[in-house]
C-alpha cells in the first residue's frame, strides 16, 4: 500500500514538473493557449467576409442607382423641348425671370410663381430631381405625374395668358412615358437594396440577455462581475477595452467559449460577430 502511495506521488511530480521542457502532458495548459487563438483568428476571417459582403453590396447599389440616373437623363432628352417650353419659367432655377416679373417683387404673383415653383420642384439638373426639403425623387416624380394627368400645371394664370403653354394630350404621354419607368426602377431599386436591418443594439441586448444577464445582471453578480444590464456602466467597466474593442475581456471570454461557463451555451460565430460589431459602435461613439 505504501509502494503504491509513493509511486502515485512520483507520477504526480513528475507530470507537474516545472522544470520538464513543452512536451509536458499539460491538456488543460495546450487547451488554453491554443484553441482561442485559433477561434479568434476564424471569426476574424468571418468579420472580414463580412465587411467585403458589405462593401460589395454598396458598390452594387451605388452602380444600380448611376444607372437609374443616368438612364433618367438620357430618357429626359425626349421631353426636354416640352418641358423647357411649359415647365421650365418656374421650375428651372437658371431661367431667369422676365423683366416684368422683377419689378416690385413683394407684390409681384409672377416673381412669387417663380421663387415658389423652384421651391417645390427644379430641374436645373434634370435628374435627381431638387427641391426644397430634399423630398424622395418617388414624391417628386409621382407629384408631376399627377399635376401632368390633371393637367393642374402650369398654373392657370399663367395659360391664360401664354395659352399655347398648356400640357397636350402628347405632352401629357411623352411626360408620362419619362416619368413611369422611372417611378418603376427607383421602387425595385428599394426592394432590392432594402437596408433596413434589425437594430444592432437590440440585437446584442438580446445575446446578452440570453447567454450571460442571468449571471451577471440586475443584482445578479457572480464572479464579482455584474451590471451587465447598465450599458454605460459597462462600457466604463475594466471588462470593456475601447481602445480596441475586440480585445474586451467580456468579448474574449466568449470567443473563447469560457463565458458562458457551459460550452453548449456559447454565442454562435453569428453572435460573436454582432457582439464585435456592437463593441465597435460604442467604441465609435465614445471615442
Ligand atoms: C407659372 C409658373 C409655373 C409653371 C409654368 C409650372 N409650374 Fe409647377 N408649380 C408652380 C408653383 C408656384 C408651384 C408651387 C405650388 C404650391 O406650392 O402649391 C408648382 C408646383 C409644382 C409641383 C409640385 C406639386 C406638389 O404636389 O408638390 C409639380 C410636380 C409641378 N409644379 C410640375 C409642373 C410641371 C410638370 C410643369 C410643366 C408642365 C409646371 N409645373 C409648370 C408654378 C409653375
Ligand atoms: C451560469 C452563469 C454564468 C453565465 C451564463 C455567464 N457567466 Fe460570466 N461568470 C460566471 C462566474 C461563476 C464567474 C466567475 C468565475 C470565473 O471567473 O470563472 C464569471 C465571471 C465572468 C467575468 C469576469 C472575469 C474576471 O476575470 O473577472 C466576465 C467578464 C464574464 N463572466 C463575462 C460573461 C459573459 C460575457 C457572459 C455571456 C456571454 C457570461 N459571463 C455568462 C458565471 C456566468
Request: proline letters at 5%.
Amino acid at each position: 500500500m505504501n509502494a503504491l502511495l509513493v509511486l502515485l506521488t512520483l507520477i504526480l511530480v513528475s507530470c507537474s514538473n516545472p522544470f520538464q521542457g513543452k512536451g509536458t502532458l499539460n491538456f488543460k495548459t495546450r487547451a488554453f493557449k491554443q484553441d482561442p487563438i485559433k477561434e479568434e483568428d476564424r471569426l476574424r476571417v468571418l468579420r472580414e467576409a463580412e465587411i467585403e459582403r458589405k462593401r460589395l453590396f454598396l458598390v452594387e447599389k451605388n452602380k444600380a442607382w448611376t444607372k437609374i440616373v443616368t438612364d433618367a437623363v438620357e430618357s429626359f432628352k425626349n421631353i426636354e423641348s416640352v418641358m423647357v417650353k411649359k415647365c421650365f419659367d418656374c421650375h428651372d432655377k437658371n431661367t431667369k425671370t422676365p423683366v416684368y416679373g422683377r419689378i416690385l417683387p413683394r407684390i409681384n404673383p409672377v416673381y412669387h410663381h417663380q421663387q415658389d415653383g423652384i421651391k417645390a420642384l427644379d430641374f436645373s439638373q434634370k435628374f435627381p430631381l431638387l427641391a426644397q426639403g430634399s423630398p424622395s425623387q418617388i414624391s417628386l416624380l409621382k407629384a408631376i405625374k399627377n399635376e401632368v394627368m390633371d393637367r393642374s400645371m402650369p398654373l392657370k394664370a399663367y395659360t391664360i395668358v401664354y395659352r399655347s403653354r398648356r400640357v397636350n394630350d402628347n405632352d401629357q404621354e411623352s411626360i408620362l412615358a419619362w416619368v413611369d419607368p422611372i417611378i418603376q426602377n427607383i421602387e425595385e431599386f428599394e426592394r432590392k437594396f432594402d437596408e433596413t436591418q434589425p437594430n444592432l443594439n437590440d440585437q446584442v441586448h438580446k445575446i446578452l440577455d440570453q447567454k450571460c444577464f442571468r449571471c451577471h445582471a440586475n443584482g445578479i453578480n457572480r464572479g464579482s462581475f455584474g451590471d451587465m444590464q447598465d450599458t454605460p456602466k459597462l462600457l466604463r467597466s475594466k471588462f470593456v477595452n475601447l481602445k480596441n474593442p475586440s480585445q474586451s475581456l467580456v468579448y474574449k471570454l466568449s470567443v473563447e467559449k469560457k463565458m458562458p461557463p457551459n460550452k453548449r451555451d456559447a454565442l454562435s460565430d453569428e453572435e460573436l460577430l454582432l457582439f464585435n460589431d456592437w463593441l465597435d459602435a460604442q467604441a465609435r461613439e465614445i471615442p
